[in-house]
Each structure stands twice: as structure tokens, then as C-alpha cells.
């Protein structure tokens, strides 16, 4: 079981970034953890 959040890689294909999530998707939850984290790089 995947205990933290990471930046886990590139993929080039998608032209996407690979990130992992300790939060499963439900209830729109795993969303608001992606954008919290993502924040942190990506300041608006």
C-alpha cells in the first residue's frame, strides 16, 4: 500500500505527468489531494 504522495515519473506518450496518490478515488476526495499536492510545484 502506497503510503505517501509522489511525483512518480513522465509519460512521454501522454505527454503526462505520473503521479501517485495515497488517497483512493471516491467521492471526488482523490481529486482534492491531487490538486493540494500539485500546488505545491505549480503555484498559480
Not at 15 to 27: D, G, N, P, T
Request: no cysteine.
Amino acid at each position: 500500500m502506497l503510503m505517501e504522495n509522489k511525483i512518480d515519473g513522465y509519460n512521454e506518450w501522454k505527454k503526462a505527468i505520473v503521479v501517485r496518490m495515497k488517497v483512493f478515488a471516491s467521492e471526488g476526495k482523490a481529486n482534492r489531494e491531487v490538486e493540494k499536492f500539485l500546488s505545491k510545484f505549480f503555484r498559480k
